[in-house]
C-alpha cells in the first residue's frame, strides 16, 4: 500500500519565518503535489513535480516554493510566512500515467498556522 | 481554465436515505474524473474514478457514479447512506494526458443515526 508521510501533523510559526514541509513517499511514483485545504475552497494546486528537479506551479504558487532533490521527496517551502497561509497542507503522489489515469495517493495533512 | 462544481455544499440525510451528490465540470476534451473521500480526521482516499468505457462506475463502499458527457456530469450516488459514510467529498477531474487534479469545493455529508 502506498504510504505518503508527512513530517509535521501540526506546526506552528511566527510571521516572516521561512517554513519548510517536508512530504517523502515509498513507492517510487514519478509525480508529486502540493495542495492547500481551506474551508469552502477545497484543494487548491500549489506546485507539482513530474520528476526529480522539475517544478510547475499550480493555481496559487505565490508565496511558495518547492524542491525535489530526489524522487521520494518533496518539500514545499514558504519563504516568508504570512497570516494568510494559515491552511490545511496536503501532498499526494501518483505514477506518471499515460493518460493521467493514475490516481493521486494523499499524506494526513500538516496543518500549519501562521501567527 | 478548467474548474469543477458541486453545487452541494453541506448534505444532511438520516440513514438508509439515498444519496446523490452533483459534480459538473467546464473541459471540453477527454478527461479522466474521480471522486475522493475524507472521513474526519483521515486523509483523502481514492472512492472511484473513471477513465473510458462503462460510463457506470462502481466504487468501494457501495458507491457508484455516472458519467454523462453531455452534461459534463459526474455525480456521486448511494442507495443507502451509513453513519459511517459521514464525511466531505470531492470530485475531481484531470483533462487526459494532464499529471494535475482539479478539485470541486468539496461536499460536506452527515449521515443521522
Known amino acids: 500500500d502506498v504510504k505518503v508521510t508527512q513530517s509535521s501533523r501540526y506546526l506552528v510559526k511566527r510571521t516572516g519565518e521561512k517554513v519548510f514541509l517536508e512530504c517523502v513517499q515509498d513507492?517510487?511514483?514519478?509525480?508529486m503535489f502540493w495542495y492547500r485545504q481551506d474551508p469552502g475552497l477545497g484543494l487548491r494546486l500549489i506546485y507539482f513535480?513530474?520528476?526529480?528537479?522539475?517544478?510547475e506551479k499550480g493555481d496559487i504558487p505565490e508565496g511558495y516554493s518547492v524542491s525535489r532533490e530526489k524522487k521520494e521527496r518533496f518539500s514545499l517551502i514558504l519563504e516568508s510566512a504570512s497570516t494568510n497561509q494559515t491552511s490545511m497542507y496536503l501532498c499526494?503522489?501518483?505514477?506518471?500515467?499515460?493518460?493521467?489515469?493514475?490516481?493521486?495517493?494523499f499524506g494526513d495533512g500538516t496543518r500549519l498556522s501562521i501567527l | 481554465a478548467q474548474s469543477v462544481s458541486q453545487h452541494n455544499h453541506h448534505v444532511i440525510l438520516s440513514e438508509a436515505a439515498s444519496l446523490e451528490l452533483g459534480c459538473n465540470y467546464s473541459?471540453?476534451?477527454?478527461?479522466?474524473l474521480f471522486w475522493y473521500v475524507q472521513y474526519p480526521g483521515q486523509h483523502l482516499q481514492l472512492l472511484l474514478k473513471?477513465?473510458?468505457?462503462?460510463?457506470l462506475v462502481k466504487g468501494i463502499k457501495g458507491f457508484e457514479a455516472e458519467f454523462i458527457k453531455s452534461k459534463f456530469s459526474f455525480n456521486l450516488r448511494k442507495p443507502s447512506v451509513q453513519w459511517s459514510d459521514t464525511a466531505e467529498y470531492f470530485c475531481?477531474?484531470?483533462?487526459?494526458?494532464?499529471?494535475?487534479?482539479?478539485f470541486g469545493t468539496g461536499t460536506r455529508l452527515t449521515v443521522i443515526p
Open positions: 499526494a503522489s501518483s505514477l506518471r500515467g499515460r493518460s493521467s489515469n493514475q490516481p493521486q495517493h
Open positions: 513507492m517510487d511514483h514519478e509525480n
Open positions: 513535480s513530474y520528476d526529480v528537479k522539475m517544478k
Open positions: 473541459y471540453g476534451g477527454t478527461v479522466n
Open positions: 473513471y477513465f473510458s468505457g462503462d460510463p
Open positions: 475531481a477531474v484531470t483533462p487526459t494526458g494532464a499529471n494535475n487534479l482539479f
